[in-house]
């Protein structure tokens, strides 16, 4: 079982809808949880953080985490093409020491108008 | 803020010679960093965490004289590729965590390296 899962993708939404993001992960202990964008060849963006159970907002972009069922989201409201990356989901777990994060192999998405 | 730089952008080496990679935290201190490498079409994959005064720590599979890592200061990391062959050619991304702050990492530009 990999430590962090994610639907490859490509997940295809038409443009002004909402983008939903999933990710799963296995260390029940993860303490802190975050969403990256990458667009292709280049580094990864941090966009959003999550640290406790519920919703975060900023903007377009809503983190929600669920740790009871190891889960956590990210949804794009009002979706612009220029939102088209891959997404990659990064957990810090309990053990990793030197507070490195584990990285899920990313969702494409692709907005089109 | 947040601002994490790398140098060079893009190389082209020959078989054989040894590539530096510089990373550098712009906007704050990081007495950690780390560098990933990322083939086409894959995933991020972290190679080791660079620690400022001591030795850093590498991933399983990562041969540590192949990949040299120097932390030597609170804004600088450098990763040394030795005697580069065409299979170390990909791109190699350092990242940096704030030390004030929580775990979330700021990633540099990323460094695209070609071994002929």
């Known amino acids: 079982q990999k430590e962090v899962e994610q639907n490859s993708g490509p997940l295809s939404v038409p443009e002004g809808a909402i983008a939903s993001l999933n990710c799963t992960y296995s260390d029940r202990g993860s303490q802190s949880f975050f969403w990256y964008r990458q667009y292709s060849g280049k580094s990864p963006e941090l966009i959003m953080f999550i640290y406790s159970n519920g919703d975060k907002e900023d903007g377009r972009f809503t983190a929600q985490l669920n740790k009871a069922s190891q889960y956590v989201s990210l949804l794009i409201r009002d979706s612009q093409p220029s939102d088209s990356a891959t997404y990659l989901c990064?957990?810090?777990?309990?053990?990793?020491?030197?507070?490195?994060?584990?990285f899920g192999a990313g969702t494409r998405l692709a907005v089109h108008p | 803020g947040a601002v994490v730089s790398q140098h060079p952008s893009r190389v082209i080496c020959k078989s054989g010679t040894s590539v530096k990679i510089e990373c550098r935290s712009l906007d704050f201190q990081a007495t950690t960093m780390f560098w990933y490498r990322q083939f086409p079409k894959q995933s991020l994959m972290l190679m080791a965490t660079s620690n400022e005064g001591s030795k850093a720590t590498y991933e399983q599979g990562v041969e540590k004289d192949k990949f040299l890592i120097n932390h030597a200061s609170l804004t600088l990391s450098t990763l040394t590729v030795t005697s580069a062959h065409p299979e170390d050619s990909s791109f190699y991304i350092c990242s940096a965590r704030a030390n004030r702050g929580g775990n979330e990492q700021f990633f540099g530009p990323g460094t695209r390296l070609t071994v002929l």
């Open positions: 990064a957990v810090s777990p309990f053990s990793g020491g030197y507070n490195k994060l584990i």
